[in-house]
């Protein structure tokens, strides 16, 4: 495992500085614009040129040094950031340059982490490969503890421009880890069964690849459909998360850092239970009882008037986040050979990421357009649900919010009913 420590180390900074980022942008665009769509629209944009490259990354990823993809994706998100500093500094710094950026960031940041999430199994024993994924969790958990509280404090001293400063003081420590650490090749006699009508594969061939593996495998592909419905779900939900805290409380950033960090408070928690137990003996109890639990904790979130109420809401659902994702890694890497996971994760991303961008499309423009002007005082729906999530601005997201997870919910728990998703683990 120290290998994997030496990369989780200065990956964890790097994605606190991008995290710290990510925050102080929200906030700079919400003040700007006062809406949910173009918030949601940065989260589009970002997705799509991952599903467009998706494909050919696979294939990248299981040919080139995985080593050398990481360190390219951590270079280009430092010269992006470089780049978005310079905009800013010279009052050019306009809303699109934000999606410009996000899509960049988004497709080299693909690449990175395919590379990183294939390069694991190499890396660590099969045993320890629940933990390794539990302490992917924890970054992510740890981040949203420090960032929102490092951001605010930096944004309120420094500005936008301090918090992308130290974002390239992150990305210099990330590179500097991998620089220490060797990263092994995997081995290329794997796909053999089923590239056995040429000994060198067509690109072609190549790229569709994980589209033939997954059609052999019925359970493997009734798995990658319960995950595109969890993913837009999941989309159209956080899509309009920040917009409707800072509409609740006033545009008061506090809130939303305050609710950022005891979501990772929770993720910490449950990632590091994760980390020592090793998850349940069959993963996808962790999958569907996880997905289910954390969905709870929004709908909570979203019926909230206190904020003491919200900030219980953000660390349950906290806990429970790293279990589905953890735990769905784990299946995934113990059924697909290491040599075959750039291309077969790739492939199950575009498959199951394409909901992504969609229910963060839809998301903004349906809170603007619809729940939004339906809950103001005296609409039509208001007269209905404005006991239940209030009135006026906010009051629209939250119902959207609620709806949105209530469904994911049931989704998650109606997977017990597919034989072959809940016997998963038995079927190859």
Same mark, same amino acid.
């Given at each position: 495992?120290?290998?994997?420590?030496?990369?989780?180390?200065?990956?964890?900074?790097?994605?606190?500085?991008?995290?710290?980022?990510?925050?102080?942008?929200?906030?700079?665009?919400?003040?700007?614009?006062?809406?949910?769509?173009?918030?949601?629209?940065?989260? @589009?944009?970002?997705?799509?040129?991952?599903?467009?490259?998706?494909?050919?990354?696979?294939?990248?990823?299981?040919?080139?040094?995985?080593?050398?993809?990481?360190?390219?994706?951590?270079?280009?998100?430092?010269?992006?950031?470089?780049?978005?500093?310079?905009?800013?500094?010279? $009052? $050019?710094?306009?809303?699109?340059?934000?999606?410009?950026?996000?899509?960049?960031?988004?497709?080299?940041?693909?690449?990175?982490?395919?590379?990183?999430?294939?390069?694991?199994?190499?890396?660590?024993?099969?045993?320890?490969?629940?933990?390794?994924?539990?302490?992917?969790?924890?970054?992510?958990?740890?981040?949203?503890?420090?960032?929102?509280?490092?951001?605010?404090?930096?944004?309120?001293?420094?500005?936008?421009?301090?918090?992308?400063?130290?974002?390239?003081?992150?990305?210099?420590?990330?590179?500097?880890?991998?620089?220490?650490?060797?990263?092994?090749?995997?081995?290329?006699?794997?796909?053999?069964?089923?590239?056995?009508?040429?000994?060198?594969?067509?690109?072609?061939?190549?790229?569709?690849?994980?589209?033939?593996?997954?059609?052999?495998?019925?359970?493997?592909?009734?798995?990658?459909?319960?995950?595109?419905?969890?993913?837009?779900?999941?989309?159209?939900?956080?899509?309009?998360?920040?917009?409707?805290?800072?509409?609740?409380? $006033? $545009?008061?950033?506090?809130?939303?850092?305050?609710?950022?960090?005891?979501?990772?408070?929770?993720?910490?928690?449950?990632?590091? @239970?994760?980390?020592?137990?090793?998850?349940?003996?069959?993963?996808?109890?962790?999958?569907?009882?996880?997905?289910?639990?954390?969905?709870?904790?929004?709908?909570?979130?979203?019926?909230?008037?206190?904020?003491?109420?919200?900030?219980?809401?953000?660390?349950?659902?906290?806990?429970?986040?790293?279990?589905?994702?953890?735990?769905?890694?784990?299946?995934?890497?113990?059924?697909?050979?290491?040599?075959?996971?750039?291309?077969?994760?790739?492939?199950?991303?575009?498959?199951?990421?394409?909901?992504?961008?969609?229910?963060?499309?839809?998301?903004?423009?349906?809170?603007?357009?619809?729940?939004?002007?339906?809950?103001?005082?005296?609409?039509?729906?208001?007269?209905?649900?404005?006991?239940?999530?209030?009135?006026?601005?906010?009051?629209?997201?939250?119902?959207?919010?609620?709806?949105?997870?209530?469904?994911?919910?049931?989704?998650?728990?109606?997977?017990?009913?597919?034989?072959?998703?809940?016997?998963?683990?038995?079927?190859?």
């Amino acid at each position: 495992m120290r290998t994997f420590f030496v990369i989780w180390l200065g990956q964890f900074a790097s994605l606190l500085g991008s995290e710290m980022t990510s925050f102080a942008v929200t906030i700079w665009a919400w003040e700007i614009t006062q809406q949910a769509t173009p918030l949601s629209l940065i989260l @589009v944009v970002s997705q799509v040129p991952r599903l467009l490259i998706s494909p050919f990354a696979g294939v990248w990823v299981d040919t080139f040094s995985r080593k050398r993809l990481m360190l390219l994706g951590d270079s280009v998100a430092g010269v992006s950031t470089i780049l978005l500093l310079a905009l800013l500094l010279s $009052n $050019n710094l306009q809303i699109w340059h934000l999606y410009a950026f996000g899509a960049l960031g988004g497709l080299f940041g693909y690449i990175h982490q395919l590379a990183y999430s294939a390069s694991l199994s190499l890396i660590v024993a099969e045993k320890h490969y629940t933990r390794a994924s539990a302490l992917e969790s924890l970054q992510m958990s740890g981040s949203y503890v420090l960032a929102p509280a490092a951001a605010g404090a930096l944004y309120a001293f420094a500005g936008l421009s301090g918090v992308l400063c130290f974002d390239l003081v992150t990305f210099g420590c990330a590179i500097a880890s991998l620089s220490l650490v060797s990263i092994p090749s995997p081995s290329k006699t794997a796909d053999t069964p089923l590239t056995a009508e040429s000994a060198a594969p067509a690109f072609l061939e190549k790229i569709t690849f994980g589209l033939r593996y997954l059609k052999s495998r019925p359970s493997l592909t009734i798995f990658l459909g319960f995950l595109l419905i969890s993913s837009f779900i999941d989309s159209a939900s956080f899509a309009i998360l920040p917009a409707m805290v800072l509409a609740r409380s $006033n $545009n008061d950033s506090t809130v939303w850092g305050t609710l950022l960090a005891f979501f990772g408070t929770g993720g910490l928690i449950g990632g590091s @239970v994760l980390g020592i137990w090793g998850g349940p003996k069959r993963q996808i109890h962790g999958v569907l009882l996880g997905s289910a639990f954390w969905k709870v904790g929004l709908i909570v979130l979203a019926l909230a008037q206190r904020t003491t109420v919200k900030v219980g809401a953000a660390l349950g659902s906290g806990i429970c986040s790293p279990f589905p994702v953890s735990c769905s890694q784990t299946i995934w890497r113990k059924q697909v050979d290491p040599a075959l996971q750039g291309r077969v994760f790739s492939t199950r991303y575009l498959l199951t990421q394409i909901a992504t961008p969609v229910g963060a499309a839809i998301a903004g423009p349906l809170a603007d357009q619809v729940f939004e002007p339906a809950m103001q005082p005296d609409a039509w729906l208001a007269q209905w649900l404005g006991g239940v999530f209030g009135t006026g601005l906010g009051a629209g997201m939250a119902m959207q919010l609620a709806l949105f997870s209530f469904c994911g919910m049931a989704i998650a728990l109606g997977g017990y009913s597919i034989h072959q998703l809940r016997e998963i683990e038995s079927r190859s």
